[in-house]
Nanobody, 114 residues
């Protein structure tokens, strides 16, 4: 059974940083690409970032490019999202996803506010 558990969200001031984690189980993590998405109140879920199974290929939404960094530790079955220079418009529930299985975690809330 595929399971994904996000953590690391919270309340942060504009310009601050957070690092999200997503611990996965139920499949061979190192074989599959991972993504992060987010959903702001009243908006559709949107793509944030992608990382290939070995971590060689990474892509980002234009809105977060240069501020967010995706990474993974295949020994720990964990994918990360380092978020720097946060803006109020980054406020959302952040989800990790395994595209191959279409599985989602429960999400972690990120709120950027002074």
């Amino acid at each position: 059974q595929v399971q994904l558990v996000e953590s690391g969200g919270g309340l942060v001031q504009p310009g601050g940083s957070l690092k999200l984690s997503c611990l996965v189980s139920g499949f061979t993590f190192s074989n599959y690409a991972m993504t992060w998405y987010r959903q702001a109140p009243g908006k559709e879920r949107e793509f944030v970032s992608y990382i290939s199974n070995a971590g060689v290929s990474r892509t980002y939404a234009d809105s977060v490019k240069g501020r967010f960094t995706i990474s993974r530790d295949n020994a720990k079955n964990t994918v990360y999202l380092q978020m720097n220079t946060l803006k109020p418009e980054d406020t959302a529930v952040y989800y990790c996803n395994v595209p191959h299985f279409g599985s989602w975690g429960q999400g972690t809330q990120v709120t950027v506010s002074s």
